[in-house]
């Protein structure tokens, strides 16, 4: 696991429950349209943002190793 993630929430796939937000709020934040989205493209890698990916009900956020750019979330198959 690299010490940092690219986190990214795809608009067109969130539906705003803010679980995001709610869970980890020094990452994440609202857009304009009230989406969760990342507050840094880039994030410090953490069990805390990782188990905000693994809980958003519509899997709208994927993480990626930001050097190499291998998905850490969701995994490969």
Known sequence: ????????VDPRVCVRTGLCVASAPKEFGFDEQ???R????????SEEVLEV?????????SLAD?????PV?????
Do not use: D, H
């Not at 990916?53 to 956020?61: G, H, K, L, T």
């Not at 930001?66 to 291998?70: P, R, V, W």
């Open 38 to 45: 990342a507050i840094s493209e880039t994030v410090s890698a």
């Open 53 to 61: 990916a693994e809980s958003c009900p519509i899997e709208a956020i």
């Open 73 to 77: 979330f969701p995994p490969e198959s």
């Open 34 to 36: 009230g989406q969760g």
């Open 1 to 8: 696991m690299g010490e940092s993630w690219k986190v990214t």
């Open 66 to 70: 930001a050097e190499s750019g291998e």
